[in-house]
């Protein structure tokens, strides 16, 4: 009783106490102090967020009854040029002594919702179906989560880094975390934040000193090590010294140039600022060169000066992305479609930003430059690279430029180059109108030379047609083995001319330069 009586004193006092505050609490506010801060907090607090076109258990829609032209449209152009896998492995369709194409696909999968065969009797028969239906429901989804109007909270990237925060490279999710990112719940955030970041973060986790990419696991040589140790002299600071942008006063601009560049080019400039958050005291300069280059709109009107298509694979991303809507105004969906067929669509033409001026000037070709801030500057040049090779060649320098070649297709047939011996068309890598006077002149600077791949069969294909290309077979020596990119993309790509095909972007990764020969001093005399 002693104890109990004890206890009830003790804590009186306090719940005495937290009434009293409780009270002035109340009584502060029945006062109503302060109304014009609470006037704004009110309006603040009422704003709500747009309700989404669609939630999140209602994603997934047939694509002839998709709520969203686009996905409409591809739909349509799917059944335009897929053939029925079931037809096109029997001869049923084919009478004597007539080629015959198979019909294409008419029937849309109840499953995933694309259209997968020409007949619901085909689809039922075809057993192989089932191995890439979940792969194909799943992009399904994913393509209407883009376009469902809800906050895409994983494209909300965050700011300059703390030079005490290290950062890992193991893969997207260690790097998310320590990168402070917003978390990613659900593998669908994982998969839009992947596609909208493999671009800069392949290249920056390629170059930087913490990067997974070493010697002891082998993907690194010797040769390569001595390259990417020169490079990193430019990107880091000396150890013990704070990596701030006060730090880079003195150092010299990186330069990257990315060679046939399309969907990397409509990147919006914030999402490549992240490579510059991984590098504080670093300058950037980065040159999109290629014939699919996505151009600036003129100012003073809407007309592109390219070619417009719509729904390019990162065009969605880059729309819903975390930015200005000054610099980057919401256009209304279109509901034409240009299909992927073997050669992927040019991308549609780039907002117009207030520093954006033309350089076709300095260049001699449609190019604009952008110097978005202090620490990155864009240029863009709608161009073959041979076509402006000679403007750069003589100042490139291995501690400060580099390359890079994302999935460029150097084991593809040529389809305007036909060799005149047997008349076949000749690979990529060995044509005069795409990539067989580019790779020599590359090879030549003595600079390094990074290249993706969106599979392992695009990987093995380009390397095999490297090692036996004229001009390059033998003049190469290896800075990384080729093998999987830890920040390739997560999200398939789905062709249009066959759902069968898909791929993930920057599935791959690996890197050559020019071979060095070292000359020796003889130092015996000898007449003869």
Request: net charge negative; with cysteine.
């Amino acid at each position: 009783m002693a104890s109990s009586l004890i206890r009830r004193r003790a804590v009186s006092p306090l719940l005495s106490t937290a009434t009293a505050r409780q009270t002035l609490i109340s009584a502060r506010q029945t006062q109503g102090s302060r109304h014009l801060f609470n006037f704004f907090r009110k309006a603040k607090a009422a704003e709500k967020e747009p309700a989404p076109i669609l939630s999140e258990d209602n994603l997934f829609h047939p694509f002839s009854k998709s709520p969203f032209p686009a996905v409409r449209a591809r739909g349509e152009a799917i059944q335009s040029l897929a053939p029925c896998p079931v037809c096109a492995s029997s001869h049923e369709h084919v009478h004597a002594h007539v080629k015959a194409q198979a019909p294409a696909v008419k029937f849309e999968c109840p499953d995933c919702g694309w259209p997968t065969h020409c007949t619901e009797e085909h689809w039922a028969a075809d057993e192989e179906h089932s191995k890439y239906c979940s792969r194909l429901r799943e992009v399904n989804e994913d393509e209407h989560d883009l376009r469902s109007g809800r906050k895409l909270r994983e494209f909300e990237l965050p700011g300059p880094q703390a030079y005490e925060e290290a950062i890992s490279f193991s893969n997207w999710d260690i790097f998310w975390y320590t990168r402070g990112f917003p978390s990613m719940d659900t593998e669908r955030s994982r998969r839009h934040a992947s596609k909208l970041l493999t671009y800069p973060l392949t290249i920056g986790s390629v170059l930087h000193q913490n990067s997974g990419l070493t010697l002891s696991n082998q993907r690194v040589t010797p040769e390569g090590s001595r390259s990417l140790a020169a490079l990193r002299t430019t990107l880091h600071v000396p150890p013990g010294s704070p990596d701030t942008e006060e730090a880079g006063a003195a150092k010299p601009q990186m330069r990257i140039f990315i060679l046939g560049a399309r969907a990397e080019s409509s990147l919006p400039p914030h999402v490549w600022e992240q490579l510059c958050m991984l590098y504080p005291s670093c300058h950037f300069h980065l040159y999109f060169i290629g014939p699919q280059v996505s151009l600036p709109k003129p100012p003073s009107s809407g007309a592109p000066k390219t070619a417009p298509s719509t729904q390019p694979s990162a065009q969605p991303l880059g729309s819903n992305a975390n930015q200005d809507t000054s610099e980057a105004p919401i256009k209304k969906e279109e509901p034409t479609y240009l299909p992927n067929v073997y050669e992927p669509p040019t991308p549609s033409p780039i907002a117009c930003l207030k520093r954006t001026r033309s350089s076709v000037e300095l260049y001699g070709v449609p190019s604009y430059t952008v110097p978005y801030t202090p620490q990155l500057t864009i240029t863009g040049m709608q161009a073959n690279y041979s076509d402006v090779h000679a403007q750069f060649q003589d100042t490139f320098d291995p501690y400060t430029d580099l390359f890079f070649l994302f999935s460029p297709g150097f084991g593809f047939p040529s389809p305007t180059s036909i060799s005149e011996l047997d008349g076949q068309p000749l690979l990529q890598i060995a044509s005069p109108t795409e990539w067989g006077p580019v790779i020599p002149a590359l090879l030549a600077t003595r600079c390094s030379i990074f290249v993706t791949g969106f599979s392992p069969a695009d990987v093995e294909r380009d390397i095999r047609s490297i090692e036996t290309a004229p001009d390059v077979a033998g003049e190469f020596e290896w800075v990384i083995t080729p093998g999987e990119n830890a920040f390739g993309s997560e999200k398939w790509e789905v062709a249009d001319f066959d759902p069968r095909v898909m791929v993930k972007t920057n599935w791959g990764v690996w890197g050559i330069r020019g071979k060095g020969r070292e000359v020796r001093e003889n130092s015996s005399f000898s007449l003869f």
